[in-house]
Nanobody, 121 residues
Framework: QVQLVESGGGLGQAGGSLSVSCATS????????IAWFRKAPGKEQEFVAA????????MYADSVKGRFTISRDNAKNTVTLQMNSLKAEDTAVYYC??????????????WGQGTQVAVSS
């Protein structure tokens, strides 16, 4: 059974930093790519970043490239999204997902419960 538990987030200021983490199992990290998606009120779900299990290659949405960094800690079985230079438009519920390395949410079959990130301008 694949379990994904998000933590972190909360309230940040524009220009500041926040991080969200996804805790899972070692088996999940060795088997699936892990991605972050976000859903803002009134907007479609949006891909944010992904990290591949095979070689830790990463991909980012253009909207966060250069500001966000996804990384994994195999010792702690976690994947962290470090968010710097925050913007008000980063406000959303952030979801961790496990699946096939892609920007498309349909390739991810396992999802966490989500964690809120709010950025004040």
């Amino acid at each position: 059974q694949v379990q994904l538990v998000e933590s972190g987030g909360g309230l940040g200021q524009a220009g500041g930093s926040l991080s969200v983490s996804c805790a899972t199992s070692a088996h999940t990290l060795r088997t699936f790519a892990i991605a972050w998606f976000r859903k803002a009120p009134g907007k479609e779900q949006e891909f944010v970043a992904a990290i591949n299990w095979r070689d830790s290659s990463t991909m980012y949405a253009d909207s966060v490239k250069g500001r966000f960094t996804i990384s994994r800690d195999n010792a702690k079985n976690t994947v962290t999204l470090q968010m710097n230079s925050l913007k008000a438009e980063d406000t959303a519920v952030y979801y961790c997902a496990a699946g096939t390395y892609s920007e498309e949410f349909l390739y991810y079959g396992y999802w966490g419960q989500g964690t809120q990130v709010a950025v004040s301008s």
